[in-house]
Structures are given as C-alpha cells and as structure tokens.
C-alpha cells in the first residue's frame, strides 16, 4: 500500500515534458528494502542516523542533506522526477524518503541514468554486479568516479560519554571508452600510459605531469591532466 501512496506521489512529481504511465500495479522500477530506518550491515542507521549530529562524522550518501531532486532515467519505464533523492554510497543503490522516515530503493537493474542537483550518475556492471557511478569528466572519453564507505568506529571519549565514528570515504576511477569501461591506476607512468594515442605520447604526457608537478591522486590534478590529454588528441 505504502508503494503505490509513493507511485502516486511520484506521478504528481512527473516532468510535465515526461511521457510516463504509473497507473500500472507493477512498479517493476522501485522496491521496498526496509519500511524505516534500522541496522543495517555494520553501519549505525538509526532513527536520525544521516549526519547524526555528536555522534558521527560524515554520511554514508552522496549528498548530506534530502533537500534534493532528482530525474531518474529507466530501462521500462522511461524518465521521471523524484524529490528527496540520494545515492547510498555504502551499498550503492538509489533511494528515496517518503512517507517522513521510509527509504526507498530503486532497482539498478532498471537503471540507465540518474541527474540529482547537476551531478549525472550512471549505471555500469563491474565484476557482475550492477554498480552506480558518477560521471567526473567527459570530453572525447569519460571518466567515472566510484565511491565505497567504510565505517571507523573510535573509542568513547570520556567527557561525553559516546563514541566518536566516522565514515570515510574511498574512490576508484574509471575510464570509458569504445563501450569498454577500464579501471585507472592513479599513478603517473600508469595515467601516461593509458592516455596515450596517436596525437600524443605516453613521455609527453608524463613531461607535462612532472613539469607542472600534477599528483594524479588530488582531483583537481586529476582532471587538469584529463584536459591536456584531451587538448592534444584534438590537435
């Protein structure tokens, strides 16, 4: 009952652009994983639990706040708006609130591509399973970011009496092109040697990053040298 209440609301939410039926009792594209928030692997996702605020640092979504909007694009059902939307970064799915306290979660098997607040993610299989990845860069190829979170659980700090946790955040990069999705190593030699075409060599690649003292690692650094690449293959 619950999931037709947040179909129907859905609906109401609908790009006016959008040609999208929801009348049908299937709702292949949405699945209810857990009627409220509760424990959930080792992450502590309580009542409260998104930024709880003393008690843990950090989210285990992409965004910290559900002031968001998003246009979801599906292999059934065609495209359409959802407010309130985020990406779980922890099991890498996209969810929903609905309902004051109830998430929602979206099956990525049904997932093309999602569009929240200007950032565009994309549904890819890696290693066999369906995996949610942000888009970084995109200019002749593209490169996609994942995120993993892991949870640290500190020791109690005696003056307060609670335990001081944090998630931490880790990232992989990968480059796709030619419909091949290819992880990238974040070390010179291996970012000279991926990017290497015809127009451009892997010593001038690697010139150009010890030149300008570019570490791969620092994002930043990352899609600077992204650019150069692209600028010379185009020459």
Do not use: C
Not at 13 to 42: A, E, I, M, P, W
Not at 92 to 114: H, M, P
Not at 165 to 171: A, G, H, T, V
């Amino acid at each position: 009952m619950k999931a037709i209440i947040f179909m129907i609301l859905i609906t109401v939410g609908t790009l006016q652009t959008f040609s999208q039926n929801f009348d049908n009792d299937d709702n292949s594209n949405v699945k209810v994983t857990r009627q409220g928030f509760g424990r959930f692997g080792g992450l502590d996702m309580g009542l409260g639990f998104v930024n709880a605020k003393g008690i843990t640092e950090g989210t285990p979504y992409y965004f910290e706040e559900w002031n968001t909007a998003g246009v979801i694009y599906t292999k059934n059902d065609g495209r359409f708006k959802v407010d309130k939307v985020n990406i779980n970064l922890h099991d890498n799915t996209l969810e929903a609130i609905y309902d004051g306290d109830k998430v929602f979660t979206f099956d990525s098997n049904n997932l093309l591509r999602i569009v929240i607040d200007g950032k565009v993610f994309r549904v890819f299989e890696i290693e066999g399973k369906v995996r949610i990845l942000e888009l970084l860069f995109k200019d002749g190829f593209s490169v996609y970011k994942y995120y993993s979170v892991l949870y640290v659980e500190k020791k109690v700090n005696p003056m307060l009496s609670q335990n001081t946790n944090k998630y931490i955040r880790k990232n992989k990069y990968y480059v796709y092109e030619n419909k091949k999705l290819v992880k990238l190593k974040l070390t010179k030699k291996a970012f000279s040697k991926q990017f290497k075409s015809e127009n451009i060599n892997e010593k001038t690649i690697l010139d150009f990053i010890e030149g300008n003292k570019i570490s791969i690692k620092k994002e930043k650094d990352f899609i600077k040298a992204l650019k150069f690449v692209t600028r010379k293959q185009t020459i």
